[in-house]
């Protein structure tokens, strides 16, 4: 075994320092094919490529009942790369990764086409291969093996450089994408079902015309990986056109049948926010239920003791205990359904005020309302989570003057006037002066003053909201004399 020495560490540090220490020189791609690893030199060099990104990996497999499952497994990933390869390849991209069953393939523009439109084709060119070609061939050769895959793509710019270095006999040398799309298409192909293409919108909006037809059947989708939500289009079992020309022996391995897909076509496209709800249910629902699982063990192990005890009346109570247990346990559960669905709903509702008209964004107040009755929430709760100062000043932007008024009066007249909690001094202004409600708001101001003693922030902002109602200087006074005590 060599051994390491000072002098070797410091040698590599230096090559560190050099790195760290010289400019990155970038420079635009105008190249009209993916750029290669030799394309770079070994330096602080970057190229800024626009380019489609697509990733593709086994969603799933039937299991193996053999005892050969490691080689079957070899040649079913040597098998599903390789076609994976031609596929991306045939349709005018490159292979920059592969890791296992995951590929990433790598697409520009060139004259004739868009890389949008050569991912789009690759993905469709893979999901026909996997259910006309391959799976038929490893159902029939591989002990009735099949598999799935899901496909996941984004659009958009990255910093190329090479990375990597010649060590005795060995050169390791790679390209690196550096930019978000590629770690956002991975995800997307994390988060496609079986047989889908999940894209990202941006990817989307990129597409030609042709490919966004309501024929086609995209459905815009937003999904949830852990507290990240990733919006995007998502389309299922796209074929290549020419499976229209197979012979009926082909037809008759594919899985999914006319009709289903034409139910798949008919889905909304609307993102819905119960789509992300129904996540969090779900897995709520699956942890209650090992909850019953395990409740249920113990009830049995108690119910043998009281039988060997040979005591019914101890068995009868000990029964009724744990029914009571029970009942609080399933409101508890209930109630953190609830809480959750709440909390959902809230942080996907007040980062999207823009995407709804005023009256959809009412609507969606009182649904928001009632589901808080159920965790004892009321609406100034509710308001109060969506932040008062935001609603105010939606509602002031879209000329709903008189109920951004009933939000500044409901808000003075119910919680103390504190910073963070109390609409901006000139939105209140505003939109008293446009109503002539000075006075009104004059009279709102002072007594939350007395009713709640606010902090120090916000008196600041009450005495800055008088002003801009214009009160005779007397009454800002006092409130200058307020701040001195």
């Known amino acids: 075994m060599n051994k390491w020495s000072n002098k070797e560490l410091k040698s590599i540090n230096d090559k560190v320092t050099e790195i760290l220490d010289s400019p990155m020189e970038v420079r635009e791609y105008e190249g009209e094919t993916v750029p290669a690893v030799e394309q770079l030199k070994d330096s602080n060099e970057g190229l800024l490529v626009n380019c489609s990104i697509l990733f ?3 969603r799933e497999s039937t299991t193996l009942s053999d005892t050969s499952w490691a080689k079957s497994m070899a ?17 005018g991209g490159s292979v920059r990764q592969i890791i296992g069953d995951r590929i990433m393939g790598v697409f520009v523009d060139d004259k004739q086409k868009k890389s949008t439109e050569k991912a789009l084709e690759a993905a469709r060119a893979i999901l026909t291969m996997i259910e006309y070609y391959f799976n038929p061939e490893c159902k029939k050769k591989v002990n009735g093996k099949t598999i799935e895959c899901g496909v996941g793509i984004d659009y958009g710019r990255v910093l ?51 490919l966004k037809t309501d024929e086609i059947g995209w459905n815009k989708m937003a999904r949830l990986k852990g507290s990240s939500v990733f919006e995007g289009y998502a389309i299922k079992n796209f074929y290549l056109d020419i499976v229209d020309d197979l012979d009926d022996d082909s037809q008759s391995e594919k899985v999914l ?7 798949y076509k008919q889905q909304t496209s609307v993102i819905n926010t119960n789509y992300i709800i129904a996540d969090v249910i779900q897995e709520t629902k699956r942890q209650t239920e090992n909850l019953f ?17 040979e005591s019914l009346l101890e068995k009868e109570r000990t029964i009724k205990l744990k029914e009571e247990r029970l009942s609080r346990l399933d409101k508890e559960i209930e109630l953190k359904k609830k809480e959750t669905e709440y909390d959902v709903k809230v942080n ?18 009182y649904d928001l309302s009632k589901l808080a009755e159920g965790i004892g929430k009321n609406h100034i709760s509710v308001k109060k ?5 935001n609603l105010v000043r939606y509602f002031k932007t879209h000329d709903y003057l008189t109920f951004a008024y009933k939000l500044i009066e409901e808000c003075l007249e119910n919680l103390p006037a504190n910073y963070g909690i109390l609409p901006y ?17 004059y009279q709102l101001i002072m007594s939350n003053l007395h009713k709640f003693n606010p902090d120090f922030k916000g008196i600041i902002e009450l005495k800055d909201t008088l002003t801009g109602i214009n009160m005779d200087q007397s009454i800002v006074l006092q409130f200058e004399q307020r701040l001195l005590e």
């Open 56 to 58: 593709v990996d086994i």
């Open 75 to 91: 040649k079913i990933y040597r098998a599903f790369v390789r076609t994976m390869v031609i596929c991306i390849h045939k349709s």
């Open 160 to 210: 190329l450089t090479q990375v990597g270095t010649k060590a005795e006999n060995e050169e390791a040398k790679d390209l690196v994408w550096a930019g978000k799309i590629a770690n956002i298409s991975s995800k997307h192909t994390d988060l496609a079902e079986p047989s889908e293409i999940f894209v990202t919108k941006r990817y989307y909006e990129n597409l030609p015309v042709t």
């Open 257 to 263: 049948s006319n009709e289903k897909q034409f139910k």
């Open 293 to 309: 699982d395990r409740f249920e063990k113990v009830l049995k192990r108690e119910e043998e003791v009281s039988n060997r005890e």
């Open 348 to 365: 996907f509702l007040k980062g999207k005020f823009d995407q709804y008209k005023p009256d959809k964004l009412l609507e969606e107040i």
């Open 385 to 389: 989570d969506l932040a008062y100062w």
């Open 425 to 441: 001094s000139n939105d209140m202004a505003e939109v008293s002066k446009k109503l002539s409600k000075e006075e009104s708001l």
